[in-house]
Antibody, heavy 114, light 113 residues
């Protein structure tokens, strides 16, 4: 069974940093593109970033470019999102997703507030 | 970026009756490989999104056959043949043809009359 378990969310002040993790199991992690998708409270879904199987290609939504970094460790079956210079508008539930769609984790909440 | 629109944004339905959601894209979603990368997701209250349909009309494993997807080019439809109580939630379309970025529709909230 495919499982994606996010962690690392929490409350952070504007301008601060946070690192999210996603532990994958039940499939060959190194064979899939992986994504982060977020959902602000009461709002819709927004794709944030994705990364190729070997980490050689990474793409970001414009609003996070230069602030967020996606990475992966195939030996640990893990996906990461390093979030720097956080803003109030980054407040959301962050989901880890396989291939941007076919399996999602339960999400981890990030709140940016003073 | 490809803009995805959905209608209606709110859909009150009667149990056992059909329901239909429209999704439109700002440009054709036909990719150079001939496929159309249009997905539908269901998000039940308090849950993560779950993909129902991929590439316009293919149901994911475990998705009841009362859900069906159709369409082409820029116009797509998700139909529920007979709405059940467990179908309450928000439904999103998403395009995966012209990325980055992948883009979602605003969502259609389905609830019971």
């Amino acid at each position: 069974e495919v499982q994606l378990v996010e962690s690392g969310g929490g409350l952070v002040q504007p301008g601060g940093s946070l690192r999210l993790s996603c532990a994958a199991s039940g499939f060959t992690f190194s064979s899939y593109w992986m994504s982060w998708v977020r959902q602000a409270p009461g709002k819709g879904l927004e794709w944030v970033a994705n990364i190729k199987q070997d980490g050689s290609e990474k793409y970001y939504v414009d609003s996070v470019k230069g602030r967020f970094t996606i990475s992966r460790d195939n030996a640990k079956n893990s996906l990461y999102l390093q979030m720097n210079s956080l803003r109030a508008e980054d407040t959301a539930v962050y989901y880890c997703a396989r291939e941007v769609s076919d399996h999602w984790g339960q999400g981890t909440m990030v709140t940016v507030s003073s | 970026d490809v803009v995805m629109t959905q209608s209606p944004l709110s859909l009150p339905v009667t149990l056992g009756q059909p329901a239909s959601i429209s999704c439109r894209s700002s440009q054709s979603l036909v990719y150079s490989d001939g496929n159309t990368y249009l997905n539908w997701f269901q998000q039940r209250p308090g849950q993560s999104p779950r993909r129902l349909i991929y590439k316009v009309s293919n149901r994911d494993s475990g998705v009841p056959d009362r859900f069906s997807g159709s369409g082409s080019g820029t116009d797509f439809t998700l139909k529920i043949s007979r709405v059940e109580a467990e179908d309450v939630g928000v439904y999103y379309c998403m395009q995966g043809t012209h990325w980055p970025p992948f883009t979602f529709g605003p969502g259609t909230k389905v609830d019971i009359k």
